[in-house]
């Protein structure tokens, strides 16, 4: 058995690479173990016998295991961090950062599925309006909890704002920020980036390469129409 963390990996998942980022903010080494989900190895028994759900990220820490990126890294930060600001410990400030975490999950990442999904299913061109319209609907929310603190959970980063920045990166792809409108959003983003100094390094060029694979998905999907 590995005394390592084993990170079970796809490049182009936001969860992901919230949970790599993480990791390496606290200076933890993963074991990379890339999962072929196009191929479908995320359906075969040796997989689905870590993880019933068989989902990325997976994380397996000494015979632990555990899924769901907003868990790993909430995991992470309270076993190995040496202090609690990525996670905090008051009941008070660990319930606004749980709550920016479940509005990632279930608001941000639902709307960033459901585009992407248009197109793995067939989409010949990018979503349609009646899918961007969400994405600019939650942004609205995003923008409002940023109004009066730098970052999600007041002065400092958390957990949350990492999770949800990655998160809407790829979301720009579909519905790119606002000036006029998410004057917020993108303040915070910079703040995110000046703080963790990797951050553009492990996201715009996979960002970038998700976004050109999307486009040859649609010109697959044009030729086979």
């Not at 061109?125 to 959970?153: C, G, H, N, R, T």
């Not at 400092?156 to 920045?165: G, P, S, V």
């Amino acid at each position: 058995m590995s005394n390592k963390l084993v990170l079970y990996n796809l490049d182009i998942s936001p969860p992901v690479r919230s949970v790599k980022i993480i990791a390496k903010l606290l200076g933890l080494e993963l074991e990379i173990r890339d999962i072929d989900m196009l191929g479908s190895e995320h359906l075969k028994e040796p997989f689905i016998k870590i993880n019933p759900e068989h989902t990325v990220p997976t994380l397996v820490d000494n015979g632990f295991v555990i899924w769901e990126s907003h868990a790993i890294c909430a995991y992470l930060v309270d076993k190995y961090a040496k202090d609690d600001s990525l996670y905090p410990k008051d009941l008070q400030l660990r319930a606004r950062c749980n709550q920016r975490l479940f509005f990632d999950g279930s608001s941000l990442y639902m709307r960033l599925r459901d585009c992407s999904y248009y197109i793995y299913l067939g989409g010949k061109e990018l979503p349609p309006q009646d899918k961007i319209d969400p994405i600019y609907a939650v942004y609205e929310i995003l923008d409002a909890f940023l109004a009066s603190d730098p970052f999600l959970v007041g002065e400092n980063l958390t957990i949350a704002d990492i999770c949800a920045a990655v998160t809407v990166l790829p979301l720009e792809i579909y519905a790119p920020l606002k000036a006029d409108k998410h004057r917020n959003i993108s303040a915070w983003l910079n703040r995110v980036r000046q703080t963790i100094p990797f951050f553009d390094e492990m996201n715009v060029e996979i960002v970038k390469r998700y976004r050109e694979w999307l486009m040859g998905i649609i010109e697959k999907n044009k030729q086979n129409a």
